[in-house]
């Protein structure tokens, strides 16, 4: 009988979820964090012998260089540390304690099936966990000549020991996780082409020639319309209109959420500049 690798250890190391008590003992802090991240990155499910993506969730990309994945055929995913700016492998510290259970393989110089993640490559969140001491991503690439790779990114809160506020631990993400897009989207919606109304008779007079900086104007106010962000409006209300930002930066008491065309910058959890 053919053994499957290191698929029930995975399964249950990556998609358990902690008791609330548990979670209190390692601080509220841990449980927010964990929540928030939760709603932040949809997670992908795989499929039955972990070596594809079933359900796709939110792509991802990882904004610094120096994340390696190992082949989905090996036990263990490749752990990767992001610290001082630098992702680094660590070799000794595989999946981060995901799977740290799992025997793995025959350790005496096995060649293991390595792939290096570009910036603009899209990977798959397929499993997170929030620490005590940071928090943890289970990464799976895209098909690489017909393979997945995957690996384990850990971000260690700012300060060694202590949990930081929610805010503090999404800038931290925010430095070396940006969503790339969500997966299995729906097909181009092909809007139908206006039909002019026939003109029945000529103009009696001439039409004023167009003003292009009155057009554009008018253009660019129907497009801030549009997407229009009211000040003192609740970040839920923002996040449902304009779906999750780029990046989320901490500033002292603001936090500031950048999207491909704005930033909206919130104050105690509500609006208070659009850029």
Known sequence: MKQLPWICIFTIAVFAVASPKELAAQGDGVAVIQQKLNTQFRVATLNSDHTDIATAGDA?????????MYAVANPQPAGNMYESGKIELEEKKSGHGFLGVHGGGSGKGEKIARHSVAPEDKCWVTGIQVDKDGMVFVLYSEPVNGTRYYGSLKVPYPIRGSVPPV?????????????????????????????????TEAPTAEAAPADPAKDGEAKADGETKAEAVSIDEPEADVIAALGQPLKIRKVGAREIYTYKSEKVTFVNGKVSKVE
């Open 60 to 68: 991802v990309q990882v904004l610094k260089p120096g994340m390696v």
């Open 167 to 199: 805010s503090v631990a999404m800038a931290a993400i925010g430095d070396v996780l940006a969503v790339a897009g969500t997966g299995a989207a729906a097909p181009p919606v092909v809007a139908a082409e206006p039909v002019a109304a026939p003109q």
